[in-house]
């Protein structure tokens, strides 16, 4: 697979594989932990070199599950984990921290978990509001310094966090939402990363799934799937928003594609430092996401998906109403 560069150099596969749905959110798993590795290692297998994870994914399980999938290619695969949530002692998610001990103590427990010496990129997972963004990257750049982390990210920041971090410790990459179903980003958030030379990482890139044209109004989610609790994923505004999906299965009959490439490769079309991650837990559904970074989208494709899309006015928040308290403003 092509590469592409994020901030400060750091060099990955042009596609990444969010890891998240194979432990949580996305309703059971289709098969066992076994089949999870084999997904895993077939992504390697065909040019993934981008791996997504979090300390909050399960929590634990998930660094767990990528560590001993990619141990025996370490050397061929660039990881990325996060922190930034605390826990009680029975490991429920109790809130937002960033503290330095904090943090500290969540890199040494990722480091154990992923079964590695150092972190290719720690993100901050949401911006704590109660720690200066500067106490923060300070203490990043320390474990930087001792060789447990290479490169800093931030995850949902916003501007002026974005720059206040980079003064401290440069930042490499911001993992925000971005697509065709939300480009709220285009507005402030890539012009500074353009400026400051920090790439962008977008999670959901395919929409949750919504742009793959496999969701519809009539959808039933699983037990456990957080599209049941979203405001964008309620049957009314999955209706009102199909206009989106319409519009990116037009351009993907024209160019012999499915729907979720297009959506992919207008991504990769917008700025050569943007690095999709899309999540799946289907070797199938994986090889289908890798066919996006072949796609060759002309200037009029990408025209005609911004310029259609702008016109068309997305219905129902990313989140409901404590998850969006979270984001960075």
Request: proline residues 6%; contains cysteine.
């Amino acid at each position: 697979m092509k590469k592409r560069t994020l901030g400060q150099g750091l060099q990955v596969s042009a596609l990444g594989l969010g890891c998240m749905g194979m432990s949580q959110s996305f309703g059971p798993n289709p098969g066992d932990r076994e089949d999870m590795i084999g997904v895993l290692r077939g992504a390697v297998d065909r040019g993934v070199t981008f791996f997504d994870t979090a300390e909050v994914y399960g929590p634990y399980v998930n660094e767990e599950l990528v560590g001993d999938a990619l141990r025996p290619v370490r050397d061929r695969v660039v990881l990325a984990t996060k922190f930034g949530f605390a826990f009680d002692g029975n490991g429920t998610q109790t809130g937002l921290s960033s503290r330095p001990d904090s943090i500290r103590r969540a890199v040494d427990g990722s480091l154990r978990r992923l079964g590695v010496d150092s972190i290719d990129l720690l993100y901050q997972h949401r911006v704590d509001p109660r720690t200066p963004i500067e106490d923060v990257a300070g203490t990043v750049k320390e474990l930087i310094a001792a060789g447990k982390v290479q490169h800093f990210g931030l995850s949902e920041a916003g501007v002026g966090t974005i720059r206040r971090a980079h003064a401290v410790q440069p930042v490499t990459a911001l993992q925000s939402e971005y697509s065709l179903f939300w480009r709220e980003p285009e507005a402030e958030i890539l012009p500074v990363l353009e400026e400051l030379g920090i790439g962008l990482v977008p999670f959901s890139p395919l929409g949750r799934g919504f742009l793959t044209g496999t969701v519809s109004a009539g959808t039933a989610f699983a037990s456990g799937d957080i599209r049941s609790h979203l405001p964008r994923f309620t049957p009314e505004a999955l209706q009102a928003n199909q206009a989106v999906v319409d519009l990116v299965r037009r351009v993907a009959e024209a160019k012999g594609a499915t729907p979720g490439q297009v959506a992919l490769a207008w991504l990769l079309a917008q700025r050569p430092w943007i690095v999709p991650i899309p999540g799946t837990r289907r070797l199938e559904r994986l090889k289908e996401n890798i066919g996006a970074a072949e796609l060759d989208l002309t200037r009029q494709d990408v025209a005609e998906l911004n310029d259609a899309s702008a016109g068309i006015e997305v219905t129902g928040e990313r989140y409901p109403e404590a998850m969006q308290r979270m984001i960075d403003r």
